[in-house]
């Protein structure tokens, strides 16, 4: 079901990625989303695209996304499908790890602080689903936290495209000129 990680592009590029990962970790893959054996999917299957936001001051608030594959991803585009079960299973589930392995909550912090950089520089607010049930937006060079209602979140790539558009079915009556009986016929 899991065998050694190889870059699709050369060998070079295998070593570069191994020579980045921590001493002692073995990267490997699945055997890809159609043959996925749900049940035993590892940790990074379940969370993506989501990952632990951690303040400044080490505080594990919620849940951020990676900003790389929002163009990509429908659940980025779509955070309120984002169940409130999953949300609290995400938190319990890593303040269980950073408990047993505090390490790792310093990754985390170490990451978001890179995510807190590269959108101070875009001048790019950080969206968090906190662990307190609602969503935050996160201005990088403080930490403030604004509380943003999930119908103005934005979305990204395609997912953008389809949202500006205006189905048949969502127009009233007549606005197609008639046109709209000629598609439904």
Known sequence: M???????????????????????????????????QREFRSMVCREFPFFPYVTRQGEFIGLSYYREYADRCWVISNLSAVTHAYRQQFIQTYDALFAACPEERELFRYHSGIVRRVCGRQHQQITVLHRDGEIYAVTP??????RIHVEDLPRFGPY??????????????????????????
């Open 141 to 146: 060079r403080d930490g403030s936290l604004q």
């Open 160 to 185: 953008a495209i389809s949202a500006a558009l205006a189905f048949p079915d969502e127009l009233e009556p007549g606005a197609l000129g008639g046109q709209e009986q000629a598609a439904t016929a």
């Open 2 to 36: 899991w065998h050694l990680w190889q870059s699709p592009k050369d060998e070079a590029e295998t070593a570069r990625v191994q020579s980045q990962a921590a001493p002692g970790q073995v990267l490997i893959e699945c055997q890809g989303h159609l043959l996925c």
